[in-house]
């Protein structure tokens, strides 16, 4: 019969290695964790929720250690989790697997949670692959992917994901910069590194550093990528943030055919307009409709959780808050409590789904 081993590595994530180890443990057959070099109790926790723990000596190459930790297994299927995501739902469809499925790529759904405001978390998910065939290896020093010609199908399993929330990134600062700064003198025509590296420098606020390797990434990126629709995004967040309105609708303009079906980029370019207006009254006459026409988009379209790196929101309640806070600011108090109402609603239906962002946050203390 098939066998299914989940495969990890893993330095000092004590903070929240059970909680993915005990996700999974019913599900599979058994667990290796590969530790590249912790100082905390990660082993130790690992091996008291029942894996395997293998030392091993980090090198600076993230695919040398996902195929050493493959290596450590003889399994049939090889499910892939880091040690601060967690199995949310849809484990069941592993079981599948011991009854024998012709070799493919198992695409995941990772929620990962984000930090919308203060305090205010939501789901943004990815379609990852992390289901392996015995025989599939990875390449690339950073952000790693599996090297496979084999189809690519999605399973039910639903993952969740915290690693991106402020206190854990603060934690990452600089941990891939040197290394995608490795891997680009390698190859340097590379878009998907140089995405990759615009998001270290904007998720650390260095704005200036993040368009320029954005910039760079969207000229040479193919249209179709999975993460082209999150680098448009992040690209016009930035382009905000720098205050270069102009570029970003210059951009807008130039993408807005390709997202016809995505919330997320109504919602930013809103988000963008408004921040324009405020920066440039004199222009916030001919702005207001368009921001306003903008959050409406997002609301016709609805929530899209199939579009790669869609935050859960940006086509339901987000965006009726933000109308909400627009007719506020404006003074038109029916049209505020109206968005307010819609925006309540719209929250307590995405909250009552299963998966949504506060069902992620409870699901485990």
Partial sequence: MPSIALVMIARDEARCIERCLRSAAAHVDEMCVLDTGSVDDTASLARFCGARVVPWSWRSDFAAARNAALGQTGCDWRLILDADEWILGGAASLHAYRQGVNPHIGLVRVDSLIETAPGMTQNAPSWLPRLLPRGVSYAGRVHEQPQSELPRQRLALQVAHDGYLPAQMAQKQGRNQELLLLALRADPADAYLQYQLGKDFEVHGDYDAAEYWYARATS???????????????????????????AAITLADAEMPRWSNSPDFFFTLGDLLLDWAAAQPQHAPALLPMIESSWLRALDI??????????QGRGSFLAAHNLAVMFDA???????????????????QVDGKPGAAKAAEQAWP
């Fill in 302 to 311: 609805g929530e899209n959780p199939a579009l790669q790196d869609s935050v």
């Fill in 220 to 246: 040479g990126a193919e249209k179709g990528a999975g993460w082209y629709h999150d680098l448009v995004l992040r690209r016009l967040y930035t382009l905000k943030k720098l205050a270069q309105f102009e």
């Fill in 330 to 348: 404006l003074g038109d108090e029916p049209k505020a409590r109206h968005w307010r109402e819609q925006g309540a609603e719209l929250r307590a």
